[in-house]
């Protein structure tokens, strides 16, 4: 199975950026870059992905290596609404088509 | 537009009974999946339909666990007999047929089961 390393938590300040990074040591070349975030007591909520170019959208920009082995989730301003576990994962064909392999998360605290 | 829809939200069962989760996914979305995610972890896929096939079930454990999913619509997974280690949030999740492993999945709020 697909297989991702992210730190078990980070913090930050409300209104301050904030870079989650993610080690993706399996990656293959077709292989899409997930995130997803999940609140207390809800579902896991999509975010951003991407494949090899750095992506942006209303929520977040997802920063991709050039090698693939790593990517970077930026939250331009934090609030205190971000709190939540983040995950990255990723997707692609052959037997892991469709298939989220979500690991531990980073639990992301947010400080008034 | 619609999200995905479970129920219950919680249920409470004594070991050995049986226990069904049910799920509707939003409204176009031809694939499914149902994930288990037990506490502080992240969730694991158990089940991904593609319509009415299962076309990767290699995660759910068959001898006490079943899912269908008629019609290419709604979903149940069925847990029979209970086990203590089945305590878990059950979260069903949908997404469009898109090729390539880009595709979002959305996931709906799961059901919290806890085995006495």
């Known amino acids: 199975d697909a297989k991702t390393t992210q730190p078990n938590s980070m913090e930050s300040n409300e209104e301050e950026p904030v870079h989650l990074p993610c080690n993706h040591s399996?990656?293959?070349?077709?292989?899409?870059i997930h995130w997803y975030r999940q609140l207390p007591s809800q579902g896991p909520e999509y975010v951003i992905h991407?494949?090899?170019s750095n992506v942006n959208n209303r929520m977040a920009s997802l920063a991709i290596a050039e090698d693939r082995k790593s990517s970077t989730l930026i939250l331009h301003r934090a609030t205190l609404r971000d709190a939540a576990v983040y995950y990255c994962s990723q997707t692609g064909g052959g037997t892991s088509y469709g298939k989220l392999t979500f690991g531990q998360g980073t639990i992301l605290t947010v400080h008034p | 537009e619609a999200g995905v829809v479970q129920s219950p939200r919680y249920k409470i069962i004594e070991k050995k009974q049986p226990v069904a989760f049910w799920c509707n996914p939003i409204s176009g979305h031809n694939t499914l999946y149902w994930y288990r995610q037990n506490l502080g972890q992240g969730p694991e896929l158990l089940i991904r339909y593609e319509n009415e096939e299962a076309v990767d079930d290699s995660q759910l454990p068959k001898d006490r666990f079943s899912a269908e999913r008629l019609k290419g619509v709604d979903s149940t997974l069925k847990i029979q007999p209970a086990e203590l280690g089945d305590s878990a949030v059950y979260l069903c999740a949908s997404s469009r047929v898109a090729g390539g492993g880009g595709e979002t999945q959305y996931f709906g709020p799961g059901t919290r089961l806890l085995v006495l």
């Open positions: 991407g494949l090899t």
């Open positions: 399996t990656i293959s070349g077709t292989d899409y």
